[in-house]
């Protein structure tokens, strides 16, 4: 069965810069919670940049036992 969460949010990474083809220092992440609030684990999260706006690795990542699924932008 594919575990889903109602509510996906940025939670760290953002407003972050660097000098282009280098990784950023802090990986982005983002929170999987329910309706109550509680985090979600087992959800698989794909990241996309945007064209030209750089990568990610990895691309889909399953958040941990915290909802929480980490990646780093290059």
């Not at 810069?17 to 794909?46: I, K, Q």
């Not at 064209?51 to 941990?64: I, Q």
């Amino acid at each position: 069965a594919t575990t889903t969460a109602d509510i996906i949010s940025a939670t760290a990474g953002d407003n972050q810069t660097a000098r282009f083809g280098t990784t950023l220092g802090t990986p982005l992440a983002v929170t999987a919670r329910d309706l109550s609030g509680a985090a979600v684990p087992g959800v698989v999260v794909t990241f996309t940049p945007a064209a030209g706006s750089g990568s990610v690795a990895p691309t889909t990542v399953t958040t941990d036992a915290t909802g929480v699924a980490r990646t780093l932008w290059t």
